[in-house]
């Protein structure tokens, strides 16, 4: 296992904040700037995502803020080389999130070759299947100390999420529900069955819950299920907002925590 994403995990196995941001967005230079104010405000995990222009998992905020930073031009290579001195500022752990497509065109190995130069802890690719990991990119993950993180949803069977157990050596990413980011409900009856089944399994790898945590009612309630909760679209939306971002990413990241 990564040893940043696992350090965490040791010294905290509950009420783990983990946020999502696309990097480009607000504007193609605040990448650094977000993850330093993130780490100051007391996240533990953060997940920078690589904008596409087909988001599949993802609700409308998400897909919009993937626009406007493909529009600011941002790319692989230019996030790369925007994380290419993080570590030397900051140790928080680094999940870079996104889509098969562009890392594919970028090459596979050279991109868990550039994110393990610049310092990223762990991947996740929502649509590069388990069996295609497994058969064609896992040594190379290994190779370069990534941790690749799987989803699951209240629909993945048992025994595959203990196959992906097997294979994941970070976290598990569990989709609250069946539907897109940035849906704001509350975690409803079946999702708390779903959360208990998981449980029960006594996976090796801690979960963490994502898709509709919002605010601080929904981020409480996600921490009861698991070891801590993602949260994207509400703070995607947050920094769009008018005024200062580092104040927004305070003001945002306090009414969660506090």
């Known amino acids: 296992m990564n040893n940043r994403i696992k ?9 783990l904040l983990s946020v ?4 480009g967005y607000p504007n193609l230079n605040d990448t650094e700037t977000i993850i330093l104010e993130l780490e100051k405000n007391g996240v533990d995990l953060i997940e920078v995502g690589m904008p596409f222009s087909d988001p599949l998992a993802d609700g409308p905020t ?3 803020s993937s626009t406007v930073a493909l529009q600011n ?4 290579a230019k996030l790369f080389e925007q994380l ?3 570590r030397q500022k900051t140790q928080i752990p680094l999940v870079l999130m996104g889509y098969l497509n562009p890392v594919m065109q970028y090459g596979v190995e050279r991109f868990c070759q550039k994110a393990a130069e610049v310092g990223i802890d762990g991947i996740i690719l ?5 069996r295609e990991y497994v058969e064609e990119y896992k040594p190379l993950f290994e190779k370069y100390n990534l941790s690749k993180v799987f989803l699951i949803t209240p629909q993945t069977p048992e025994a595959r999420i ?3 157990d097997s294979h994941t050596n970070g976290f598990i990413y569990m989709v609250s529900s069946a539907s897109t980011t940035g849906k704001t409900l509350g975690l409803e009856e079946q999702s708390q069955a779903y959360f208990q089944r998981v449980a029960s ?13 919002h605010d601080k009612e929904t981020f409480a309630s996600a921490c009861n299920h698991a070891s801590g909760a993602i949260i994207g679209s509400a703070f995607v939306k947050a920094i769009g907002q008018e005024g200062s971002l580092e104040q927004n990413i305070k003001t945002f990241i306090q009414s969660i925590k506090n």
């Open 162 to 164: 203990r196959e992906i």
């Open 126 to 130: 929502p649509d590069l299947p388990l």
């Open 62 to 64: 998400i897909q919009q």
């Open 7 to 15: 350090r965490l995990f040791e010294q905290k196995q509950k009420g």
């Open 20 to 23: 999502y941001f696309t990097a």
């Open 201 to 213: 399994m006594k996976l090796q790898n801690p979960g963490v819950i994502g898709f509709g945590i």
């Open 73 to 76: 031009g941002m790319t692989i």
């Open 84 to 86: 290419q001195h993080i």
